[in-house]
């Protein structure tokens, strides 16, 4: 079983609509989570840190839970500059590595 | 700033070949490190390195070296290419890896190397 594992896609969205994914994370030691985005033939960049309470950023809200060990994404109010691929990425307490999924890709239709 | 350059961003080689990747960055981040991203595969880690001198092993070193004489500069060495070795290759650098979803953490990424082995 991969460690932090993703749901590949694509999941196709016409714009305007909201948008969620999970992530599922094996290591129960792991501390730290985030979402990167990744642009088509580009490099990843940071989307946001997933804090314990939930954290909203305009239309990202990202959301943990230990118990079930996943951590989701919901994009509201999609636009078609959000189609991207989303890596999720868990740092665990042991190594402080980072271990990153292979990506959801969102594809966002006019 | 430029933020994390990486050079070439395309190259071919023939098995057998050796080469150098180029990363630098000028944020004056402690922490570099080298990932490969493989179709279906998250990125990997080759090889890291937490300040200048100081490198280690990632998930994936073999058939890589890395040094890390300054704090700007990671290259990454291939010594003998393989077409298992084919993929796209990140530097990324942070201010540290400290545990903690803070701004310590972000990654920031190079626009990769595009590497094909024959």
């Known amino acids: 079983r991969k460690e932090v594992e993703q749901d590949p896609g694509p999941f196709n969205v016409p714009e305007g609509a909201t948008v969620a994914f999970n992530c599922t994370y094996s290591?129960?030691?792991?501390?730290?989570f985030f979402w990167y985005r990744q642009d088509c033939r580009k490099e990843p960049k940071l989307l946001m840190s997933?804090?314990?309470?939930?954290n909203e950023d305009g239309r990202f809200t990202a959301q943990l839970n230990r118990a079930s060990q996943y951590i989701s994404l919901l994009i509201r109010d999609s636009k078609l500059s959000d189609s991207a691929t989303y890596l999720c990425v868990v740092m665990t307490r042991s190594n402080y590595q980072l271990i990153w999924g292979a990506g959801t890709k969102l594809i966002i239709k006019p | 700033n430029a933020g994390v350059t990486q050079t070439p961003k395309f190259q071919v080689l023939k098995t057998g070949q050796s080469m150098t990747l180029q990363c630098a960055q000028d944020?004056?981040?402690?922490?570099m490190s080298w990932y490969r991203q493989d179709p279906g595969m998250g990125l990997r880690l080759i090889h890291y390195?937490?300040?200048?001198?100081?490198?280690d092993q990632g998930e994936v070193p073999n058939g890589y070296n890395v040094s890390r004489s300054t704090t700007e500069d990671f290259p990454l060495r291939l010594l003998s290419a393989a077409p298992s070795q084919t993929s796209v290759y990140f530097c990324a650098s942070s201010y540290s890896t400290l545990a903690g979803a803070s701004s310590y953490n972000e990654q920031f990424f190079g626009p990769g190397t595009r590497l094909t082995v024959l």
């Open positions: 390195s937490v300040g200048a001198g100081i490198t």
């Open positions: 997933v804090y314990s309470s939930g």
């Open positions: 944020m004056n981040h402690e922490y």
């Open positions: 290591n129960s030691a792991s501390q730290s």
